[in-house]
């Protein structure tokens, strides 16, 4: 397969978008979904740390929840 390379700026590149049928621009937005996920995910977990808790202490509460809804089950049978 024969390539070219073109230069464009974001306004000429916006404009080719805009003509493609919506299959085209499907698949364009998903391959920028996939390319982007992973640097948004890293992104989200920087900014959702904390010192605050410990695996430990998470761990914790999670077999306390857990302990509490099985009693309210077995209790409720």
């Given at each position: ?68 809804r099985y009693e309210n089950r077995k209790h409720s049978l």
């Amino acid at each position: 397969m024969k390539t070219i390379s073109i230069e464009l700026d974001k306004s000429q590149f916006v404009k080719i978008l805009n003509k493609l049928d919506e299959d085209d621009k499907l698949e364009i937005f998903n391959e920028l979904k996939k390319s982007l996920f992973l640097k948004r995910f890293n992104n989200l977990l920087k900014s959702t740390k904390t010192n605050e808790l410990s695996i430990e202490e998470i761990t914790m509460e999670v077999e306390s929840v857990r302990k509490q809804r099985y009693e309210n089950r077995k209790h409720s049978l």
